[in-house]
T-cell receptor
Framework: EAGVTQFPSHSVIEKGQTVTLRCDPI?????LYWYRRVMGKEIKFLLH????????ESGMPNNRFLAERTGGTYSTLKVQPAELEDSGVYFC????????????FGSGTRLTVV | GENVEQHPSTLSVQEGDSAVIKCTYS??????FPWYKQELGKGPQLIID?????GEKKDQRIAVTLNKTAKHFSLHITETQPEDSAVYFC??????????FGAGTRLTVKP
C-alpha cells in the first residue's frame, strides 16, 4: 500500500510569506496527525484529525497556522504569515485506529523561513 | 498532558557494541510506548513498541524494557551495525490518547 505522502519535501520562503503543506494519509486511515520538529528538539504535536473533524488542536502554536482536511482525505497546513521561528520539519502521520499501534509517518516537509 | 524526556541526545558506539537509550514519562496513565527510527531523508518508522501490561519485549537485536513504577522505558540494541545509525525517538501515549515524543537520540555506529 502507498505510505503517507507529504509535499513539498522542502520549502524556503521569506518571512511574511504564506506556505501550504500537504499530507496524503494512507487510504482508509481516519486519524491524521500533524507534528513539527525544530532542530534538536522533540517531535511536537500540532493537531489531530478524525476524518474531517479536528479532534485536538491544542498543539497549534498560534492563529497563523490553519489546518484543514476537507472530505476527510488529504490535509493541508497553511502558515500565514510565516515567521522565522516556524522553521522546522513538519511531519504528518496517519493511523487506522486511535488505540492501535504507532503511527505511519510521512517523510516530512522541511520548512525554512528566511 | 504527557511529557517525555529522552537521553542521551547523541550516542556513539563501536560496531558490535550495545547501545541503550532511556526515556522517562510523566503521565502515570500512559499505556503504550513505541520507538521510532528516523533515517536521513525519511520519516520516523516504528521499530518496536511495548504496552503497559508487559515489562520487556524483544525483537532480534532490539529490546525494550518498561518500568511503570519509575515511569521509564529503554531501548536496547545489541551487536550494533553501521546501518543502525539513525535518530531514534521514544514516545508515550497518555491518558488523553495523545502521543508525545522525546527529543531524539542520534546514534552513530562506527565501523
Amino acid at each position: 500500500e502507498a505510505g503517507v505522502t507529504q509535499f513539498p519535501s522542502h520549502s524556503v520562503i521569506e518571512k511574511g510569506q504564506t506556505v501550504t503543506l500537504r499530507c496524503d494519509p494512507i487510504s482508509g486511515h481516519d486519524n491524521l496527525y500533524w507534528y513539527r520538529r525544530v532542530m534538536g528538539k522533540e517531535i511536537k504535536f500540532l493537531l489531530h484529525f478524525v476524518k474531517e473533524s479536528k479532534q485536538d488542536e491544542s498543539g497549534m502554536p498560534n492563529n497563523r497556522f490553519l489546518a484543514e482536511r476537507t472530505g476527510g482525505t488529504y490535509s493541508t497546513l497553511k502558515v500565514q504569515p510565516a515567521e522565522l521561528e516556524d522553521s522546522g520539519v513538519y511531519f504528518c502521520a496517519s493511523s487506522q485506529s486511535r488505540n492501535g499501534r504507532g503511527y505511519t509517518f510521512g517523510s516530512g516537509t522541511r520548512l525554512t523561513v528566511v | 498532558g504527557e511529557n517525555v524526556e529522552q537521553h542521551p541526545s547523541t550516542l556513539s558506539v563501536q560496531e558490535g557494541d550495545s547501545a541503550v537509550i532511556k526515556c522517562t514519562y510523566s503521565d502515570s496513565a500512559s499505556n503504550y510506548f513505541p520507538w521510532y527510527k528516523q533515517e536521513l531523508g525519511k520519516g520516523p518508522q516504528l521499530i518496536i513498541d511495548i504496552r503497559s501490561n508487559v515489562g520487556e519485549k524483544k525483537d532480534q537485536r532490539i529490546a525494550v524494557t518498561l518500568n511503570k513504577t519509575a515511569k521509564h522505558f529503554s531501548l536496547h540494541i545489541t551487536e550494533t551495525q553501521p546501518e543502525d545509525s539513525a535518530v531514534y525517538f521514544c514516545a508515550a501515549r497518555g491518558s488523553r490518547d495523545d502521543m508525545r515524543f522525546g527529543a531524539g537520540t542520534r546514534l552513530t555506529v562506527k565501523p
